[in-house]
């Protein structure tokens, strides 16, 4: 039902109540019954045994799981309890954030009101919001948090703060009136009032239209319901590396296995052989390496004010290519300032942004000396006199060395307090006012009258009215102009003077404000604004905007340089939002600009054809959101959307990443992201989206160290089946060098920095494989070398050692583990292990010594020499594999170098 187009006696008989005594407690209690409680529906949720479990459903871990299984039963217990361990690891970290990101309607429940004023049998009193049911009629005043959907019934200068659901940067200013108009948005409906907006000024009494899961709130709930969470691209391609490395393991072993037989080698020894394989194959720390690379890429991103939820987001980030960004507190501060001052055809502009009351005012550029303005003296000091707000101010301490400084901050309606701040650039203080003048009288802002009015008397005992309210209106009720420093005579001319600054100051986006005064008499009247607001005296307008954040402009341009589109998302006009994009240089010159009614008729298929040229959505709602979002994915976009309200919550869920601001957003906000700006500074997703890419490139590193490390295992353990040799390595020691040798420097090689150009490439494609630009090549090409050198050192030494299996296997052991870790510093560049400076990576370099020593102890220390069938080496040993292990990173890098000087 549209219950904005009814009226008041409508409205009470479509929902069965009475103005004046309410329900009673027995038809309430039926009602309650009928309706149910006016609470938000969390929805089933799945047992928290049902989401562990969950863990293990990835085919790559049922494999492992299986080769645990069968380690277990040939004896090898070391082998089954450390996949094991690996494996719960993965799924405990899995099922704790699965189990976060189920907060966010329990965040979005707390928003709904504790208790309710209600008339119930004639009698206002008090109940819990959850009891409230349709036809209550419901009294609200400032600092209330609405409880339900209301149709407002009466209203005294009732402002309701609703930037959390609709966007719009100021209160609305609510209004009793029927409304016509054929679906208008929610920001447009301004005899509503709606579940979890907050009443910033005045009071009303309204009647509960809907509660629960079918308020405007409730339909947000539902959309987080029903919105699933995407896997992203990392989960996606290493599901198909494992997929991958599953096949091939699962074939050489097989080859293997086959080999031996065919050469004489008893079942069971083939048999264990080809498990040893395919545990080598299978890299089962790799989950858990790129868990930890990303862990460490996420306490980096916290000191630089971004605050991670999910780990796979930040690789996710890093190959975003549209970032959705809300206008108010994301793009802007939040903080409407005066920027423009207008009286009798002569336009000032006054710096500064926010509370701080510092500030120049400029004409044609140059600074004007504010004491020698009279006019503009007068319409400051007016404009301060006819206001509520209240500027504080509270010493902020930045560091223990640092001094304190002062943080001004507002109490009150934000236009009204931009209006008392442009007063104290000019050094007009409320003391200094206070002396002044006396106010007797006032008549509050009215949505009908659209103004403000009080009554002062000067310290000469002279009486005056100060006005404030639209321009249009204040103008429509002047008869005398501000003009050339001096009063005249309203004219047509002086009238249509006005009437063009109100729309130039439009036209940039500006909220314009009229202040304007009466001399009063003493036999005039002044029972009724209308005694007083007529043959007013027009002094000027003041101009203010939610200024842009100054560091968002580079920010975006830094973005597009990525290869990243910013869109901006609002609540707010499309002239606004159209200047505001401009200022920021979101807006190119063929750019478009889409509002929230034609983003109503039109469907997500007719979206997806011209979502690419629009760069800046109007006036929209939690609904076109998701809309925007599921258009740009659908036109292979990975998609980055920023909030901070509870309208938000649904499209940032639905998006690839989503963003929420720390400072200014709701807790529905920051359950349903991915990713919390701490600072709610748009220049901070750019140092994300940065950082995303490194630790993505780190990834690939990692991959291309573990594999090629694996590659050589399976190689060497393969080529010695087709020889018929005996088994250069056992089980026990491959499943040292995967945890032990991979593990370390692969979690290091996630400490790289970022090279120089990595905000210089275009995104990555989500179809982009994990083995792209020429990583497949690197990984077979140096696996390929190590085999076949821990082969050749394992030859040698058995020809030498013909009766000592075990010397031999250890020399091929420790050959396999130095080349691995002489190639690890190879990975460090897509380039050649010369590109970089090793030490650059003192983690890295940390990482190989420790490994290092772990092996000589495995060699030369006797307990561990049982366990993992070693022996001594001497001199002569070490000379050989320290020889062959250098081959495959020094020749073919040298090789890589040559080719590209060439």
């Not at 149709?151 to 940067?169: C, D, F, P």
């Not at 007009?428 to 002062?456: A, C, H, N, W």
């Not at 000027?540 to 954040?549: A, F, H, N, T, V």
């Not at 929230?596 to 109007?618: C, K, P």
Request: hydrophobic content about 45%.
């Amino acid at each position: 039902m549209k219950w904005y187009e009814m009226e008041v006696n409508e409205v009470e008989r479509s929902t069965g109540t009475n103005g004046t005594t309410g329900l009673s407690d027995k038809e309430a209690q039926k009602r309650l019954k009928q309706y149910g409680e006016n609470k938000l529906d969390e929805g089933e949720k799945p047992s928290a045994l049902l989401v562990f479990l969950s863990q293990f459903k990835d085919f790559m871990v049922l494999v492992l799981l299986a080769a645990t299984l069968i380690s277990g039963l040939l004896g090898e217990y070391i082998d089954a309890i450390t996949i094991m361990i690996i494996i719960l690891l993965n799924g405990v970290l899995g099922f704790v954030q699965e189990r976060k990101a189920e907060k966010s309607l329990t965040a979005l429940k707390e928003l709904s009101a504790p208790q309710l004023v209600v008339l119930r049998n004639g009698e206002w009193t008090k109940i819990p919001s959850s009891l409230a049911v349709v036809g209550d009629i419901v009294k609200v005043t400032s600092g209330d948090r609405i409880g339900a959907d209301m149709r407002l019934l009466k209203v005294n200068g009732l402002q309701i703060e609703e930037s959390s659901l609709t966007g719009e940067s100021v209160p609305v200013q609510k209004s009793e009136q029927v409304l016509v108009g054929e679906d208008l948005e929610l920001g447009d409906q301004a005899n509503m009032a709606f579940m979890g907006t907050l009443v910033t000024q005045g009071n009303g009494i309204g009647v509960i239209i809907a509660t629960g899961m079918k308020t405007e709130m409730g339909k947000i709930a539902h959309l987080l319901q029903s919105t699933e969470t995407l896997v992203t691209p990392l989960q996606r391609k290493l599901e198909q590396l494992g997929k991958i490395l599953i096949g091939v393991a699962l074939l050489l072993t097989a080859l293997v296995v086959l080999i031996g037989v065919y050469q004489g080698h008893d079942v069971y020894t083939m048999f264990l052989a080809g498990v040893s394989l395919a545990v080598a194959a299978i890299p089962e720390g790799l989950p858990a390496i790129v868990t930890v690379a990303l862990a460490l890429g996420v306490q980096r991103m916290i000191k630089r004010k971004a605050i991670v939820r999910k780990l796979p987001a930040v690789e996710t980030l890093g190959c975003a290519s549209v970032i959705c960004s809300d206008k108010t507190g994301t793009l802007t501060q939040n903080k409407m300032t005066v920027t423009h001052l207008w009286i009798g055809g002569k336009t000032w502009h006054v710096t500064g942004t926010g509370y701080e009351p510092t500030g120049d005012f400029l004409a044609s550029g140059e600074k004007v000396n504010i004491q020698k303005e009279r006019a503009l003296q007068q319409m400051l000091a007016f404009g301060y006199l006819c206001n509520h707000a209240k500027i504080n101010e509270k010493p902020v301490k930045e560091g223990l060395l640092k001094k304190k400084k002062t943080e001004f901050y507002l109490d009150g309606d934000p236009t009204e307090g931009a209006l008392v701040v442009a007063a104290m650039k000019a050094g007009i203080t409320s003391d200094s006012l206070k002396k002044q003048f006396k106010i007797i009288k006032e008549f509050p802002f009215e949505s009908t009258r659209k103004m403000m009015t009080v009554i002062v008397e000067d310290k000469n005992g002279k009486r005056f009215a100060i006005t404030k309210g639209a321009p249009d209106v204040v103008l429509a009720n002047s008869k005398n102009i501000f003009f050339n420093s001096r009063e005249e005579a309203l004219t047509n001319r002086s009238r249509t003077l006005v009437e063009d600054a109100i729309t130039t100051l439009a036209s940039q986006a500006l909220r314009t404000i009229a202040i304007a005064y009466r001399p009063l008499s003493t036999s005039d009247k002044v029972d009724y604004p209308l005694d007083v607001e007529k043959d007013l005296t027009f002094i000027g307008l003041e101009g203010m905007i939610d200024p842009p954040r100054p560091e968002v402009r580079d920010s975006i341009r830094e973005c597009r340089e990525a290869g990243i589109k910013t869109i901006m998302i609002t609540g707010d006009h499309a002239i606004t939002a159209r200047a505001i994009a401009k200022q920021l240089d979101i807006l190119p010159e063929n750019g478009k600009v889409l509002d929230g009614q034609t983003l109503s008729r039109i469907s997500v298929q007719q979206l997806e054809e011209i979502v690419d040229d629009v760069y800046v959505f109007a006036r929209v709602s939690p609904e076109h959101k998701l809309k925007i979002v599921k258009a740009l994915q659908a036109r292979g976009h990975i998609v980055a959307m920023t909030g901070d309200g509870v309208n938000d919550a649904p499209a940032i869920k639905a998006a690839n990443i989503g963003i929420a601001m720390g400072i200014t957003g709701t807790d529905v906000a920051k359950e349903a992201s991915s990713l919390i700006l701490s600072d709610d500074n748009f220049a901070t997703i750019k140092v994300a989206i940065k950082e995303g890419r490194n630790i993505y490139e780190n990834i690939r590193k990692f991959i291309r160290y573990m594999l090629a490390s694996n590659v050589g295992e399976i190689l060497v353990m393969l080529f010695a089946m087709i020889l018929g040799l005996p088994l250069p390595l056992v089980a026990i020691q491959i499943l040292w060098i995967n945890l032990v040798t991979d593990g370390l420097p692969a979690m290091a090689l996630g400490m790289d920095k970022a090279e120089g150009d990595v905000m210089k490439r275009p995104p990555r494609s989500p179809d982009e494989g994990v083995f792209a630009r020429g990583l497949a090549w690197k990984i077979v090409s140096r696996g390929f070398m190590i085999g076949v050198v821990t082969l050749v050192a394992f030859m040698v030494t058995l020809n030498a050692n013909p009766d000592d299996l075990t010397k031999a296997q250890t020399v091929a052991f420790v050959t396999l583990v130095m080349a691995q870790l002489i190639h690890v510093f190879d990975c460090r560049s897509e380039y050649s292990v010369y590109h970089r400076n090793p030490f650059e990576n003192m983690y890295l370099v940390v990482a190989v010594i420790s490994s290092v020593l772990l092996m000589l102890a495995v060699i030369y220390y006797p307990p561990l020499q049982t366990v993992f069938h070693t022996t001594y080496m001497d001199a002569r040993d070490w000379l050989l594999i320290l020889g062959m292990a250098a081959i495959p990173t020094v020749v073919l890098g040298a090789g890589q170098l040559f080719g590209k000087k060439r």
